[in-house]
């Protein structure tokens, strides 16, 4: 298997392994607060984000692990984050919906709908401003469309020629309610770009090559003429809205559920790698390995790591 189709399926692959193993101790009650696993959207954070750069910079919503680990995040330190221990990310005061790691250009998780938009054309002003060539990639759900912040942000991203790719997550729901019900125009969401004279584009958010390739030709545009895009990424999470929030049956069917499994990129992809002759049930297994003791040695490291004291606690609070 090629290092680039190997990343690509390394990545979705920690992902999921990863976030099935906080799912469980979610449960058990190691991690605690909002956590919103991204199980069926892998492809995109995977994708997007492997059209980057080292030195661009990336935001993202709430559901913000898949997009961590994407962008090289320690996977220790994510999940230490996660239990809330002192080695996490952000010394375990940010939590799951918080992620940070700066040395990575991953400038957070955010958890009020939309607000991190404005927070992208800031970082996008400030790379025009000193002249860099570096983009950012914003990263949010169908529901932060409706809401202001998405129309004041795009408007100044295009109006003052930002390097920002806003990619826009429509995994078809926000919480239990469907896209349909809140949103004008369900089937024409990356269109709204038109309105700010911005280039957007859709993309099968299921594919994460198709993602990639659709992401850089954004990134390209940013770097080399400073302008910002739109992209929509069709997308279905497979699981609930949040650990708070597990319910599948009330706003969807299990049958709807279980055809959108089909296009689980955990399956397709390496299905068409094997299909092409460019993996081996062998290389496949190999990466599973590899992931399952990258994630063994995360969770062993947050078990490990100490707790906060009071006095930590009380540092980094602004009074
Ligand atoms: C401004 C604001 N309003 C409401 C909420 C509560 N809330 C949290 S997640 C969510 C749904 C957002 O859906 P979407 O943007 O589609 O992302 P998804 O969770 O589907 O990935 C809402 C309404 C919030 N966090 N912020």
Redesign the pocket.
Not at 22 to 34: D, N, P, S
Not at 43 to 70: C, F, M, N, Q, S
Not at 152 to 166: G, I, M, Q, R, T
Not at 215 to 229: F, G, L
């Given at each position: 298997m090629t290092d680039d189709l190997t990343l690509l399926y390394r990545t979705m692959l920690l992902i999921r392994r990863f976030e099935e193993r906080v799912a469980e101790l979610y449960t058990l009650g190691k991690i605690g607060g909002f956590c919103?696993l991204y199980n069926g959207q892998e492809a995109v954070a995977t994708g997007a984000i492997t059209a980057l750069r080292p030195d661009d910079y990336v935001l993202v919503?709430?559901?913000d692990h898949g997009h961590a680990l994407a962008r090289g995040a320690d996977p220790k330190r994510v999940m230490a984050e996660l239990f809330g221990k002192s080695t996490g990310l952000c010394r375990g005061k940010g939590g799951s919906m918080h992620l940070f790691d700066v040395a990575h250009g991953f400038l957070g998780g955010y958890?009020?709908?939309?607000?991190h938009l404005a927070l992208a054309v800031g970082v996008g002003l400030a790379i025009k401003y000193r002249g860099g060539d570096q983009v950012v990639t914003c990263f949010?759900?169908?529901?932060?469309v409706n809401?202001g912040m998405f129309h004041e942000s795009l408007n100044l991203a295009a109006l003052w020629k930002l390097p920002v790719v806003f990619v826009c997550?429509n995994?078809q729901?926000?919480?239990g309610t469907p896209i349909a019900v809140a949103m004008s125009l369900p089937d024409r969401l990356h269109e709204k770009a038109e309105a700010y004279g911005m280039a957007h584009d859709v993309v099968d958010g299921m594919d994460v090559l198709a993602v990639r390739d659709r992401v850089a030709d954004a990134v390209r545009r940013a770097r080399a003429e400073q302008t910002s895009t739109l992209i929509e990424a069709k997308t279905y999470?497979f699981v609930g809205?949040s650990m708070r929030d597990p319910a599948h049956g009330v706003y969807r069917t299990r049958e709807e559920l279980e055809a959108h499994r089909t296009q689980d990129p955990l399956k397709t992809f390496p299905r068409l790698l094997k299909d092409k002759g460019l993996a081996t049930d062998e290389d496949l297994a190999r990466v599973d390995r590899d992931v399952r003791a990258i994630v063994d040695e995360a969770v062993a490291f947050a078990e490990a790591s100490p707790t906060l004291s009071s006095a930590e606690i009380e540092e980094d609070v602004y009074a």
């Amino acid at each position: 298997m090629t290092d680039d189709l190997t990343l690509l399926y390394r990545t979705m692959l920690l992902i999921r392994r990863f976030e099935e193993r906080v799912a469980e101790l979610y449960t058990l009650g190691k991690i605690g607060g909002f956590c919103h696993l991204y199980n069926g959207q892998e492809a995109v954070a995977t994708g997007a984000i492997t059209a980057l750069r080292p030195d661009d910079y990336v935001l993202v919503y709430y559901r913000d692990h898949g997009h961590a680990l994407a962008r090289g995040a320690d996977p220790k330190r994510v999940m230490a984050e996660l239990f809330g221990k002192s080695t996490g990310l952000c010394r375990g005061k940010g939590g799951s919906m918080h992620l940070f790691d700066v040395a990575h250009g991953f400038l957070g998780g955010y958890a009020i709908v939309g607000e991190h938009l404005a927070l992208a054309v800031g970082v996008g002003l400030a790379i025009k401003y000193r002249g860099g060539d570096q983009v950012v990639t914003c990263f949010f759900g169908d529901g932060a469309v409706n809401g202001g912040m998405f129309h004041e942000s795009l408007n100044l991203a295009a109006l003052w020629k930002l390097p920002v790719v806003f990619v826009c997550e429509n995994n078809q729901f926000g919480m239990g309610t469907p896209i349909a019900v809140a949103m004008s125009l369900p089937d024409r969401l990356h269109e709204k770009a038109e309105a700010y004279g911005m280039a957007h584009d859709v993309v099968d958010g299921m594919d994460v090559l198709a993602v990639r390739d659709r992401v850089a030709d954004a990134v390209r545009r940013a770097r080399a003429e400073q302008t910002s895009t739109l992209i929509e990424a069709k997308t279905y999470r497979f699981v609930g809205h949040s650990m708070r929030d597990p319910a599948h049956g009330v706003y969807r069917t299990r049958e709807e559920l279980e055809a959108h499994r089909t296009q689980d990129p955990l399956k397709t992809f390496p299905r068409l790698l094997k299909d092409k002759g460019l993996a081996t049930d062998e290389d496949l297994a190999r990466v599973d390995r590899d992931v399952r003791a990258i994630v063994d040695e995360a969770v062993a490291f947050a078990e490990a790591s100490p707790t906060l004291s009071s006095a930590e606690i009380e540092e980094d609070v602004y009074a």
